[in-house]
């Protein structure tokens, strides 16, 4: 599923008929929680269970929801930087999670990720070059040091960064220039697919603009496909083209943006985009708060893991739950909730 828009104009959606440059298809993620003297596991922390999106060539799906929702581990596990348990990652046609390592590793090129924070995802020790240019040296791209730094001065022209960068520490840039830094390094390997992780979240507003601006100038250039985790909707509405909500290991809406802004179906999608802040003085927005907190993923509740806390919910809810279903009369908009259409 995928996203929209712009300060330049969003990448155009995937051509009708044409084969998805990610397919996942039930990923499921949990973590063993061991005790005792011989780490017997006693349980399970379920931050995934079973999500499935598609994601086409040049454009940009924005996965959102509450911190602890499974975000980051999604796209951890479709890198497979996290084994998934269960599931399908189909990658340009192959399923990466089954995947023997040694034949992951040529498309590994293809897929990167800009961290969330640029403070620590950069090696102190290392220069600018070192960084940049190491994903150069792991894949074999470039003759020589000489032409490898070259493409370094290229990629930080390319981010708006000066060339007497490449001689220096992370620890001499702003969050800003760290982040461009990162974005630098993503893109030195050409690859087609990157797992944006709240790649803005850490900055101030007006860089947070800057960066996501130059991401959408270079996904425009080179038609990347973007994986696009966030919490601030604000920013997921400048730059998705389609939007998938996530709550408690699930996906519980997806939808074209401005379809999910202007006509939010799910109860959990409504509080959420009541909370945006109001964007013109004076504007009308009724605050729609869920009771309670979110259950724990250890031991969510059966059916609908929004059912406890849902204004709409029935007995029904948690028996089972509900399918991922089209909304009546929008085809991309699909919602998980039987009571909303």
């Known amino acids: ?9 969003a990448p155009a959606t995937q051509t009708p008929g044409t084969r998805p440059l990610l397919q996942v298809v039930d990923l499921v993620k949990h973590f063993p929680i061991r005790k005792g003297l011989f780490s017997k596991v006693v349980g399970h922390v379920k931050a995934v269970s079973g999500v499935s999106f598609e ?38 046609g192959r399923n990466l999670r089954t995947m023997p390592a040694d034949e992951l590793r040529p498309f590994r090129r293809n897929m990167q990720i800009i961290f969330q924070d640029p403070y620590s995802s950069l090696n102190p ?6 960084i940049i240019a190491e994903g150069l040296v792991v894949h074999g791209i470039g003759k020589n040091t000489s032409e490898r730094r070259d493409m370094v001065l290229g990629l930080l022209k390319q981010v708006g960064l000066p060339a007497q960068a490449i001689e220096r520490y992370p620890h001499e840039f702003s969050g800003g220039q760290r982040q461009r830094i990162g974005i ?9 697919f990157i797992v944006c992780d709240e790649a803005v979240s850490a900055l101030d507003v007006s860089v947070q603009a800057q960066i996501i601006n130059l991401l959408m100038d270079l996904q425009s250039e080179k038609q990347l496909s973007y994986l696009f985790i966030a919490h601030d909707l604000s920013v997921v509405e400048h730059i998705a083209q389609r939007v998938a909500v996530m709550y408690l290991g699930h996906i519980v809406e997806v939808a074209p943006t401005a ?3 202007g006509n939010p179906r799910h ?9 945006v802040p109001k964007r013109t003085p004076g504007e009308k927005k009724e605050r729609q708060i869920l009771p309670g907190e979110p259950p724990s993923p250890i031991n969510p509740p059966p059916g609908c893991p929004l059912a406890p806390r849902c204004p709409i919910a029935k007995p029904e809810c948690s028996l089972g739950l509900p399918a991922l279903e089209t909304v009546a009369g929008v085809a991309e908009h699909l919602v998980r909730c039987p009571y909303v259409k």
């Open 1 to 9: 599923m995928s996203e929209s828009t712009s300060a330049t104009t």
């Open 55 to 92: 994601l086409g060539v040049g454009e940009t799906l924005a996965l959102v929801g509450e911190s602890g929702c499974g975000k980051t581990t999604t796209g951890r596990c479709i890198l497979r930087l996290i084994e998934p348990t269960s599931g399908t990652v189909d990658f340009q």
């Open 125 to 130: 020790r290392m220069t600018v070059e070192q």
């Open 184 to 192: 630098a390094r993503a893109l030195a390997v050409s690859p087609s």
């Open 259 to 261: 379809e999910l802004f």
């Open 267 to 275: 109860p959990y999608t409504k509080a959420l985009l009541s909370s």
